[in-house]
DNA sequence: GAATATTTGTTCATGGTATGTACTTAGGTA
DNA sequence: TACCTAAGTACATACCATGAACAAATATTC
């Protein structure tokens, strides 16, 4: 069916009065089912991790967030995984119970709670960032080197729209 | 940071003998962002109109895969929404209760019960596609055309390799 | 044709995701 | 000191999703 669009598409060569329409209908159809195929492969792609771990997905979230910084407070991680507060809390105690985290109190301000990773959550983390780069990595080597780039840049493109249609919706 | 590496990279002209897997390096962490929020930016999508039709999401997905199916069966709804049929059960008594579903025993073999939309639920339908579509397509005229075919034709190349690395990881 | 197996859908227990409100405690400010 | 704000927690609620156990109907096999 789609094939049919696409050769009318092509014998019309883009000429006719309707056709830019058709074009665009059979576009974002294509469109709309490319992403969600790409964003299907990804939730498969946390799932698996989060069973292969044996760790909730959004405490394996968190987990990532300790990049370079040796603390981060309840509310920094409410913002950076944008979830309320007392959501992080339940994430936070998973984390201690499996001891991958433990809280010590601010020194200067006692409301504060200073989260940090325990030695066997820095491993988790830095097991778990391997294993996602080299899955990003496998990925481009399936790509020749300039398609990597246009792939790259595609969604770039692809993002930028996307942040643009959200704000021009409101 | 990632500038500076950038710079760092063309000014090596990617001749030097690490200089690929800096590269690698360098563009998967990039490949992971952009994902990343093309998936965040689709999932505040979904969570919008579950918002704005004050549906929960799963019975959207739900609603959307009457595409020209007259009755869907809760098997094949499960099958193609890729959850539990106990699950199924769930979301038909919601969106049952909705009045935009209802179930008619099958006149052939009464273990099945034929699910159909209702003319309610054929209009939220009809609306709800009707406003995805106009988002796909408010966001490819943000493209000149030559960029249109090659943001979906990245997407596929995408897709293909994430299916091939899922393959290859086993 | 009766016994057995399979299919369809439901119920229930369980656990994960997420929010919002109310509350406690601790700091800042007037 | 009295008041306000900020940080974190507890709790009620709702949604997402699975798997096991089950009932009823249909298929299969002998």
Do not use: W
């Not at 006719?16 to 992403?35: A, G, N, P």
Request: glycine share 4%; net charge positive; charged share 30%.
């Amino acid at each position: 069916m789609a094939a049919i669009i696409a050769n009318m598409l092509n014998t019309m060569n883009n000429r006719e009065t309707d056709s830019i329409d058709v074009l665009l209908d059979y576009q974002s159809q294509k469109l709309q089912d490319l992403i969600e195929e790409v964003v299907r492969c990804c939730k498969e792609r946390t799932s698996f991790l989060s069973k292969k771990f044996d760790i909730p997905e959004a405490e394996l979230r968190c987990l990532m967030l300790f990049g370079e910084e040796r603390y981060l407070t309840a509310k920094g991680i409410s913002q950076k995984l944008e979830v309320a507060k007392s959501r992080v809390t339940k994430i936070i105690n998973g984390l201690v119970q499996k001891s991958l985290v433990e809280s010590i109190d601010d020194p200067k301000d006692a409301r504060i709670k200073l989260i940090g990773l325990t030695s066997k959550g820095q491993k988790k983390s830095r097991e778990l960032g391997d294993i996602t780069k080299d899955l990003h990595q496998k990925l481009l080597l399936e790509l020749e080197s300039e398609q990597r780039k246009m792939v790259i840049s595609c969604l770039e493109i692809l993002r930028a729209s996307m942040e643009a249609v959200k704000v021009q919706m409101v």
